[in-house]
Structure formats: C-alpha cells, structure tokens
C-alpha cells in the first residue's frame, strides 16, 4: 500500500534511465569531451543558445531529483550564476525551479496553470510507499536533530532506520520476513532518490540536506495522515512526541519552500 503523498520522475524513457539510476548517473565534466566552453554551438547544427557548462547543469537537473552543493557542486555553481536563464529554460518545459539557498539544494516541480489549465507535463506522480515514507520522516527528524546540535553533516545506520520501520508493524502483522524486505527497499528507494548517500550495500549513510526543503512541514503532514491511514492505527505511544518535535519549526531557519 502507498501514501497519498507523491514525489516526480521523469515520463521521459531517456531522462527517466539517467534519473533512475541516481546520483551516480550524473557524469563527473573532467570525463566529457573536451569543448570550447566559450562557444554556444558545440556540435553540427547547433542551434542552441546555453554554453556547455549551462546545458550540463540544465540536463542535471531535468534527470536528477535535485541538485545540491553538496553532490553536484560544479552544478549548484552554475545555476547559482546563471539561475535566470535556467529558470527560463525549465518555464519552456512547464516547470519550475526551486531553489533553497539556505541549503544549497535546487530541484524542479511541475508548474501549474492561474486558470487552472492542464500543462504537457515530462512529470509523473509516483506514491512513495509506506515503508518509505516512515523512513523518510524519521530521517527529516535525525536531520533536524543534528543540525539543532552543531553538526555539519549527519549521518544514520541503516539498523536504526530499520529498527524505526519496524517499531510501526501493526500488532496483527505476521509477514515479518515480508515486512523487513519492504523495508529494505524502501532504504534502497531512498538511496536512488538520493536523500541517503552512500551505497545500499552500506552500514551508513549521510542524510541528505535535501531531505527538509524537499519534505516540508505541509507535506509531512499529509505523509503522516497517508500513513496513520494506511497503518489502518496509531503508531506507537511514542510516535506523538516524535512527531511534536517534527512539526517544531526552528526560530533560525526560513520557512522550506513546498516540494511534491
């Protein structure tokens, strides 16, 4: 069973292979063919008016989920420099830019119409799915955790993260092998979306900053509703508090931008 609450891929068969297999599709520019990168035309017939270093950033963000600082600094440098025109370009494929400078993170959305007309959209609704929404707010919450306590970048093990997931098995669920490969998956889900980095094989993980700007406070709500729903309960005596401490907005931080 999925939540409610929905995250984009690409409808794109040829932007979705590049986003699907996550940040480490995205190639390092020292092994693209050397270019003049002073030139807007860079093959036979070029017509187009970005220079290299601009449609790198722009193909980017198009495959990537996001972009940050953080895994693409050659690209967050780029758009940071040359926003306008990359905002342009995106606004031609009706979508739109966000940008959260706070956390050095950019991502796309797709853009919606003042009369409420329907766009041609390159974007899909995908439900993120139970397992890997419980993962997704507990990772918000040791996100915001560490950075309340002074740390510059944090990190979780992939045991915790499972041991959350489980702590919200139903009482009369029975499927345990069942229900701990789902979560699992959903630890592999994350990774691909690259709000965990590190490979799915590992222990450890570092949490994305991306994880906030891209699960804001309306969002996680909507998540945690989907979920109560879907758990077809209330999660645990615990979960309250828990969840008191997510919705707790820090006095030091601008409000994130809205992100589906």
């Not at 017939?45 to 953080?70: N, T």
Request: no cysteine; net charge negative.
């Amino acid at each position: 069973m999925s939540t409610d609450t929905d995250h984009t891929d690409l409808l794109d068969d040829g932007l979705d292979d590049g986003l699907d297999d996550g940040l480490g599709t995205h190639p390092d520019e020292d092994d693209l063919a050397p270019l003049d990168e002073r030139s807007v035309s860079l093959f036979e017939g070029d017509e187009g008016g970005l220079e290299h270093a601009q449609r790198v950033a722009l193909v980017a963000l198009l495959k990537q989920r996001f972009i940050s600082a953080r895994t693409h600094p050659r690209d967050w440098q780029v758009l940071v420099e040359h926003e306008r025109v990359l905002r342009s370009r995106l606004n031609d494929l009706f979508l739109e830019l966000q940008v959260d400078r706070v956390r050095e993170v950019a991502w796309k959305r797709q853009a919606t119409s003042e009369t409420g007309a329907r766009f041609p959209t390159l974007l899909y609704d995908a439900a993120w799915s139970r397992e890997e929404t419980l993962v997704l707010v507990h990772l918000r919450d040791r996100l915001r955790a560490g950075l309340a306590s002074g740390d510059a970048r944090v990190f979780v093990d992939r045991d915790d993260i499972l041991d959350h997931v489980q702590s919200f098995r139903p009482a009369h669920a029975t499927d345990e092998a069942g229900d701990e490969k789902r979560a699992r998956n959903a630890v592999a889900g994350v990774i691909k979306a690259g709000l965990l980095i590190g490979a799915p094989q590992d222990d450890r993980y570092e949490i994305s900053e991306a994880v906030e700007p891209l699960l804001p406070l309306e969002v996680l709500a909507e998540l945690l509703e989907a979920l109560r729903r879907a758990n077809g309960a209330e999660p645990a005596e615990a979960a309250p508090a828990a969840e008191a401490d997510l919705f707790e907005e820090p006095a030091d931080q601008p409000e994130p931008q809205e992100a589906r």
